[in-house]
């Protein structure tokens, strides 16, 4: 069993920056591709990115490159979202999860296993 606790949330003004961390427990953080994922209110969730194993591959939603980067840190088993040049659109509850199975890094929610509980991201304009 993975656990995922994502952390960093908050309130900021449009154009600035936060950045997110998800801590996984488990000694197999290394093996699994993982994912950002947000969903705002009244929104179906929507994929924001993807990382590979070992982090050599990375694979963004067109609205966020550019200004989000996805990054990992196996030693620590924790995966990171750096959001810049924030926008109101981007207010929603982020979601980190773990693809244990699919060979390409994937958009798909139900290629996913684990899922944290998320964190709250609200951006003001």
């Known amino acids: 069993q993975v656990q995922l606790v994502e952390s960093g949330g908050g309130l900021v003004q449009a154009g600035g920056s936060l950045r997110l961390s998800c801590a996984a427990s488990g000694r197999t953080f290394s093996s699994y591709a993982m994912g950002w994922f947000r969903q705002a209110p009244g929104k179906e969730r929507e994929f924001v990115a993807a990382?590979?194993?070992?982090?050599?591959?990375?694979y963004y939603a067109y609205f966020v490159k550019g200004r989000f980067t996805i990054s990992r840190d196996n030693a620590k088993n924790t995966m990171y979202l750096q959001m810049n040049s924030l926008k109101p659109e981007d207010t929603a509850v982020y979601y980190c999860?773990?693809?244990?199975?699919?060979?390409?890094?994937?958009?798909?929610?139900?290629?996913?296993?684990?899922w944290g509980q998320g964190t709250q991201v609200t951006v003001s304009s």
């Open positions: 990382i590979s194993r070992n982090g050599g591959s990375t």
């Open positions: 999860a773990i693809d244990r199975a699919t060979s390409t890094l994937t958009s798909r929610g139900y290629d996913y296993d684990y």
